[in-house]
Every structure is written in C-alpha cells, then in structure tokens.
C-alpha cells in the first residue's frame, strides 16, 4: 500500500499569507497524485489534478507541484474562505490512499 | 449538471447488514468509474471500494474485503454498496465518488450518508 504522508497536520494562518502543504508518498508515483478542499459539513471539493494541472473554477492562488514522492500545495495570499482540511490523494495503484489530512485554521 | 444522491445510511447493530445506494445524473452512468469513500467522525478520507466500468470488475480496501459488496445497475443510474456483518469501526459518513471514464482523480462527490454502527 502506497502511503501518503502530509506535513503539517494543522496550521494557523493569517490572511493573506502564503501557505504551503507537502505530501510525501512511500514510493514514486508519477504524477497520480490529486489535492482536494474539504470545508466542514461539506464533500471534497478537487482544487489540482495530477500534481499541478489547474481545475476549472478553482482560484488560481491555489498551485500544485511535483513529481515521483515529494509534492507540494501552495495557497498564495489566503483567504478567510480557505479554511477548511486539505488531502492528497494517489491514484498510482490500489488500494487508492488518501494523506491523513491538513487542517488549516484562520486567525 | 452532475449530481450525486447517497441514501440508505442509519443506525444498525454490530453484525447487521445495510445496503447503500446512489442515485446518479447528469451524465452516462454506464461509462464512468465509480468509487465508495468513507470519513469516520473527525477523521480523514478512506479509500472503501471501486467498480471498473471498463470490465466490470471491483477492488476492495482490505478492511471490508470479503464483508462489503460494490455493484451497479445502469439501466437505473445507480450505484449500490452492500455492507455485512458491520462493525463500530465502520460507522462513518459514505460519499460515492466517480473519476469520470478512467480511475484517475475524483472529479464528482455525493453528500454522503451517515451508517452508525453500535448496539
């Protein structure tokens, strides 16, 4: 089973910061890796698809980079809107797996 | 417009059965890969279940392998996951998820439906 590891856990931020989220996979998986927004009460919402290919409708201050083990989530200028628990998401091999979540408080 | 309706979700006794359905629309059904994730209370996003559309076949996570049956019916846009002998572990809020016509990322989510487990 490919795991996916995501630093850090949780984090307070202040708007307009920049914020970055890694995720880190056990073995190489290309590009198969995906990020979604999930805000409470809410489904997932996917904010970048293989590792940093733009979604549709997504603000453009959300950047995905990357490849093989180490990836990186960037939110530049945060907004109050972006609070909510970020996950990466492999899509390489099964069992599909998901990081353990990063949760992202605004002051 | 894609939509995704889980029903099905209660309360049942460790040991019982429930099966989930989920009503799907605004696109072809019948071509598209459908998926079964759950998220325990507070807890994070878990990988249930798959149905290749491409040749009908299925993959489980190991923690329902052999107790969790995924299937579909296409002529009714619906997507079902059968649970049994169900345990406290599994109590969680199940979305049904599609990653359109290949096994990729999760481009549509239902809403989720809560299944409870205790006695």
């Known amino acids: 089973e490919i795991v996916l590891t995501q630093s850090p856990d949780f984090q307070s931020v202040t708007p307009k910061e920049k914020v970055t989220i890694t995720c880190r996979a056990s073995?190489?998986?290309?590009?198969?890796l995906h990020w979604y927004q999930q805000k409470p009460g809410q489904s997932p919402k996917l904010l970048i698809k293989y590792g940093s290919q733009s979604i549709s409708g997504v603000p453009p201050r959300f950047r995905g980079s990357g490849s093989g083990t180490d990836f990186t989530l960037t939110i530049n200028s945060l907004e109050a809107e972006d609070a909510a628990t970020y996950y990466c998401h492999q899509s390489s091999d099964v069992p599909i797996t998901f990081g353990q979540g990063t949760r992202l408080e605004i002051k | 417009e894609v939509q995704l309706m889980e029903s099905g979700g209660g309360l049942v006794q460790p040991g019982g059965s429930l099966r989930l359905s989920c009503a799907a629309s605004?696109?072809?059904?019948?071509?598209?890969?459908m998926h079964w994730v759950r998220q325990a209370p507070g807890k994070g996003l878990v990988w249930v279940s798959r149905?290749?559309?491409?040749?009908?076949?299925?993959n489980y996570a190991d923690s329902v392998k052999g107790r969790f049956t995924i299937s579909r019916d296409n002529a009714k846009n619906t997507l079902y996951l059968q649970m049994n002998s169900l345990r406290a572990e599994d109590t969680a809020v199940y979305y049904c998820?599609?990653?359109?016509?290949?096994?990729?990322?999760?481009?549509?989510w239902g809403q989720g439906t809560l299944v409870t487990v205790s006695p």
């Open positions: 998820a599609t990653t359109g016509m290949s096994a990729y990322y999760f481009d549509y």
């Open positions: 149905f290749n559309t491409e040749d009908s076949s299925t």
């Open positions: 605004g696109f072809t059904f019948s071509n598209y890969w």
């Open positions: 073995q190489s998986i290309g590009s198969s």
